[in-house]
């Protein structure tokens, strides 16, 4: 065998993939001609044996292949068949990889009645008598016969935290990213007790999805004990069309008041001293004239001129 593996140039692969027919004879012993398709390839198992592929027909396996292994002992020596197995191919459907059973359980899975035992060796939990770097273990070990026999060790509370804090109720969610404010200061988050206090506590608000549970202090919710929400009135009132607070207003220009007449001084004229005035003329009194006569004149003066134009115009 060590020879052929030396001295090999080829034509034992070439000789294994040649062998179609022997392979297809092996399959049709274990199945019958209605279970083998068609030759799809060979595969190289090693320097002296190959797998030729065929199409499996059978019911229930879609995708699967029939895989016949040829092998050769010697150049001289005649090939050989080594297997015959139902293999799945690219395209079939085959069970997910197999996973112990405590592995495959989740959070959430445990019902009414059920019983999931811890490890032996669990890391989570340490012994209670052991010494702990939070006070509230410590307060726990040193109770004279009524302490727990395992207590939380520093793994179990940081692996704890870390799914607390990515959870649901952590300020990743999409709930405490909207939130106004944060739980660590709202008056409805109580801490837990221990080193977990700087960083979780439960809620007690009946109004927030988290009431009862474990949640970060950088969660929220829109039920904050802070929050102050203005109350307007759910009558809808129209806009002002005019608002007479945003007019300029110009006073008009007052008209200045003409000023009244200073009175005259009196002055006082001595006789003596007064230039004499000359008497004035004597106009002359027409005398007045009553309407009828005045009217009488009027019409006589006008019939007066009507005669000297007629006159006139006759020349």
Known sequence: MTLLLT?????????LAEAVDLAR???????????????????????????????????????WRW???????????????SEVVLIPGPEARVAPAWVPW?????????????????????PRLVPAYLESDDPAVEAVAKETGLGRVHVLSRYGRLDAAARWHGGEFGPRSDMARSAPDVCGSCGF????AGSLSAAFGACTNDISPADGHVVDVEYGCGAHSEIEVEVTSSVPVAELVYDDSLIDFEPAPETPAEPEPEPAEATVVDESEAPVA???ETA?????????????????????????TESASEH
């Open 284 to 308: 002359e009194v027409q005398p007045e004239v009553e309407p009828e006569a005045a009217a009488a004149q009027s019409s006589e003066t006008a019939d007066e001129a009507q005669v000297e």
């Open 25 to 63: 004879a092996a399959v049709l012993e274990d199945a019958g001609a209605e279970q083998v398709g068609a030759h799809v390839g060979v595969d190289r198992e090693d320097a002296v044996s190959a797998s030729h592929l065929f199409e499996a027909t059978v019911s229930g396996y879609r995708g």
């Open 278 to 280: 000359e008497a004035p």
């Open 67 to 81: 895989s016949v292994t040829v092998a050769l002992a010697g150049e001289e020596e005649p090939i050989t068949v």
């Open 7 to 15: 001295l090999d140039d080829g034509s034992i692969q070439r000789k």
């Open 102 to 122: 405590d592995r495959r359980v989740q959070a959430g899975d445990l019902g009414v009645g059920d019983i999931f035992p811890v490890e032996k060796d669990d």
């Open 189 to 192: 988050f109580v801490p837990l």
